[in-house]
Each structure stands twice: as C-alpha cells, then as structure tokens.
Nanobody, 125 residues
C-alpha cells in the first residue's frame, strides 16, 4: 500500500489541524494504521493508531484527550484530528500501515510495513 499524508501547516498554540493519510493499492481495511512523529533532534515516536475496522484506537499519553484518530475505509483514508496543539507537538508527522496487526494497534514502528512521506506540523507559541 502507498500512503500520502497531508494537512500539516503552521498553527498557533491552542489551535487545531486535521491530518489525512490517503492510501492507494492493496486492501485498505487489511491494515491497522498508525501515526508517528519526529521532532528535530529527537527519535521518531508513536502518536496514535487505529485498528483495521476502527474499533480500537490508542494514543501516546501526551496527546490523549487532544488528538483523535479515525478512518474511512470506503475513502481509503485515515485521519488525525489534533486539537489544543502545543509547541511540543511540532514535528514531521508520518502515517504508516501495519499488515500484521489484527484487532490490535501496535506502537512499535518496526511493525509497520509502509510509510507515507510525512507532513510538517509547526505550532507557534
């Protein structure tokens, strides 16, 4: 599956953005989807994930209550709604597809088979 992330941009602290990740090729509902981010000088970290049918979502602690992951399998797209953004959310955000996870969401990046190109989110203070 090929992934194309979009929706990043510059926003003030407290603002919102919605990231989208469109998939092509493969059967989209066969993949659990994850969002990761990498800030300058830091390692990539798991942000959020959603199971194949969208019944299970999981988030890293720092974004719980602010970020929401959802998916529309008919549109072959996964979303990350980001509210109450903070300067520490500034990073390149990547979407990724996991063909192995069934009924779960894996936080480990190595489990993901396909990655999008990343979209930059900058939150100003």
């Amino acid at each position: 599956v090929q992934l194309q992330a979009s929706g990043g941009g510059l926003v003030q602290a407290g603002g919102s953005l919605r990231l989208s990740c469109a998939a092509s090729g493969g059967t989209f509902s066969n993949y659990a989807m994850g969002w990761f981010r990498q800030a300058p000088g830091k390692e990539r970290e798991f942000v959020a994930g959603i199971s194949r049918l969208g019944r299970i979502t999981t988030y890293t602690e720092s974004v719980k209550g602010r970020f929401t992951s959802s998916r529309d399998n008919a549109k072959r797209t996964v979303y990350l709604q980001m509210n109450s953004l903070k300067p520490e959310d500034t990073a390149v955000y990547y979407c990724a597809a996991d063909a192995q996870a069934l009924g779960v969401v894996v936080r480990r990046g190595a489990s993901y088979n396909s990655w999008g190109q990343g979209t930059l989110v900058t939150v100003s203070s």
